[in-house]
């Protein structure tokens, strides 16, 4: 067989190889971002020997899914509001919510932001305006009071942007600055009409806030600071999908008075999962100031 004809087979065998594993790939990624049902999500909570109480709240077009750690809310505990990036949902912060020494000590709640989780077959709001009246009526819908925000990448930037009553805010890894703000070249995956229903919709929504991200972020820079909370920044310096400049912009704005800047050196994106017992340490240590 001549060697030209032999490249050409080996060339298609590797081809046909690559997309048979992507193929594979993309189903376990849709299967693993696949939403879960509130009666697996209460199984496997109390697998970690802890209850959750889930409930919907109404909000525009969505009904939203809000998870908290007791039935009722406890008027002497301080409440801790988790919101989480993109793409996400109210379960990354499992380990936060089923934490004993948390839940003994605050009110927590969680809950899947529109476009994420239960709702991910609808539209992100894209809106950090829309995101912070959804903050509003969850709190005045469950009358929760003493509330301290905690807000992980996206996350971050929407309980940053919030200027409603609240005690304190940390942000985790937050997006503040678009100047920082990396543009994947997979985010083309998303802008070429031809690959984009390949992407899992949780991963589109993420796409389309990301690069939302470029408009409307330079529309808050001096509003960050509205409010009187203080904050605590609690970031990686080997971030390499929200930059930890990030955390220096808003310490240098806001100065030292308002502002705890906590580096964890080495860290990546992914901290609040691989520096879960630190980063919960340093929520009690300033919620309790």
Do not use: C
């Amino acid at each position: 067989m001549p060697k030209k004809s032999l490249i050409r087979r080996w060339l298609k065998g590797v081809l046909i190889s690559i997309g048979i594993l992507f193929m594979v790939a993309l189903v376990l990624v849709f299967q693993f971002l696949k939403p879960r049902s509130d009666e697996k999500i209460i199984k496997d909570f109390r697998s970690l020997n802890s209850d959750i109480f889930i409930s919907y709240l109404p909000f525009k077009d969505y009904q939203l899914r809000v998870f908290q750690m007791s039935k009722e809310i406890d008027p002497r505990k301080k409440t801790l509001l988790f919101v989480h990036g993109s793409p996400g949902s109210a379960l990354d912060y499992k380990k936060y919510l089923a934490d004993v020494e948390l839940k003994k000590k605050y009110n927590l709640i969680s809950y899947d932001r529109p476009g994420y989780g239960f709702s991910q077959d609808q539209a992100v709001l894209n809106d950090l305006n829309k995101e912070i009246s959804l903050i509003g009526t969850l709190i005045k819908a469950k009358g929760l009071q003493r509330v301290n925000l905690i807000g992980y990448s996206y996350g971050g930037s929407i309980a940053a942007a919030y200027d409603g009553d609240v005690e304190k805010k940390v942000l985790l890894a937050p997006a503040l600055k678009a100047e920082l703000e990396p543009m994947f070249w997979m985010l083309n995956f998303y802008r070429w009409k031809a690959t984009r229903n390949l992407i899992p919709v949780v991963f589109k929504h993420a796409s389309e806030e990301k690069l939302g991200h470029l408009d409307e972020l330079p529309l808050y820079e001096d509003r960050w600071g509205l409010g009187d909370a203080l904050f605590l920044l609690i970031h990686g310096n080997d971030d390499h999908i929200v930059p930890y400049e990030n955390s220096i912009f808003l310490k240098e704005k806001l100065g030292d008075q308002r502002v705890s800047l906590h580096t964890i050196n080495g860290a990546g994106h992914a901290l609040i999962w691989t520096h879960f017992e630190l980063i919960k340490q340093e929520i009690i240590n300033f919620i309790a100031e």
